[in-house]
């Protein structure tokens, strides 16, 4: 950490949870990164899925953002009256899994299921219930299931993606991942709502920052795939840990498809990062 870091900025109300499909909760608040002279906010959110019977997480947020999710969490099973079944990560990064530990201790009945690899050391003691799953499971919640997904874009090479079988969401960890602007007041909104989000430059930094690989291949077959993938899974919402939500898949693809080819040009973006703890 610099000792220069400015001031962090003040930080809007939080707009979270917020309801993105019928029984879908986008979960966590904004983080504040400075880039560039600029604040930009980032969220490394949290997902509920309610369905008749059983609730499930998808991503647990950062530590820093536990207590905000913890509580969210609690308010929305209280209000529908089921039970936290499974928690389920798209990978092991502490900003998908920050309050594994803490939701398995909390609620001794759920399991976390998705690509956990050294998890059983960073919580010990709940070996027992940190289980890897394939694409192709599914998990049912009582009218809706959780079907785990091959990542077609990833962080780690085992990362999983996971879909709502009911409102067709999908949670792609790490895919559309892009910040917005703190004086936009773009927080808690969808992707349509914020047209001065300037999605491919947001994606393109967001792979300076996490995903060098994407400037070492042919990012074309990617595309494709994710493309293809959205057509066999009937794919009509988007939730991104990193990104603002996408509610209308299908006619917003193009703006991604355009950042997702220019990720792969991230050597021409700047690299005077500064990065400050929160
Ligand atoms: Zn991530
Ligand atoms: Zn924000």
Redesign the pocket.
């Known amino acids: 950490m610099s000792n220069s870091a400015p001031a962090l900025p003040e930080m809007p109300h939080n707009a979270l949870p917020r309801e993105i499909a019928p029984g879908v909760f986008w979960l966590g608040e904004c983080s504040p990164v400075h880039y560039a002279g600029k604040w930009l906010h980032t969220y ?1 959110s949290a997902f509920m899925v309610v369905g008749e019977k059983f609730a499930a997480m998808v991503e647990t947020g950062i530590p820093s953002v536990g207590n905000v999710v913890i509580a969210q969490v609690e308010r929305i099973l209280e209000e529908r009256g089921v039970p936290l079944k499974y928690i389920f990560v ?2 092991s ?1 502490m ?2 899994c920050g309050s594994v530990g803490r939701l398995l201790r909390r609620y001794p009945e759920a399991h976390t299921y998705g690509e956990i690899s050294d998890l059983h050391l960073v919580y010990p003691g709940f070996e027992d219930r940190i289980h890897f799953c394939e694409p192709g499971e599914t998990s049912d919640l009582g009218g809706r299931e959780i079907l785990t997904v091959e990542s077609v874009f990833r ?1 780690l090479i085992h990362s999983r993606w996971f879909l709502d079988t009911k409102e067709r969401v999908l949670f792609p ?2 895919g559309f ?1 892009y910040s917005h602007v703190h004086d936009d007041k773009e927080c808690g909104l969808f992707a349509e709502e914020a047209p001065k989000v300037d999605i491919p430059t947001q994606m393109q930094r967001f792979a300076t920052l ?1 995903f060098h690989w994407t400037g070492y291949v042919d990012i074309e077959p990617y595309v494709q795939r994710l493309d293809d993938l959205f057509v066999e899974l009937g794919v009509e919402v988007v939730a991104p ?2 990104g603002l939500p996408i509610r209308d898949a299908k006619n917003s693809m193009p703006i991604f498809r355009e950042g997702f080819r220019g990720m792969s040009d991230i050597h021409a973006t700047e690299l005077d990062i500064e990065i400050y703890d929160i």
């Open positions: 490394n798209t990978h990064e900003s998908h962080d960890g790490d991942a996490a840990t990193h």
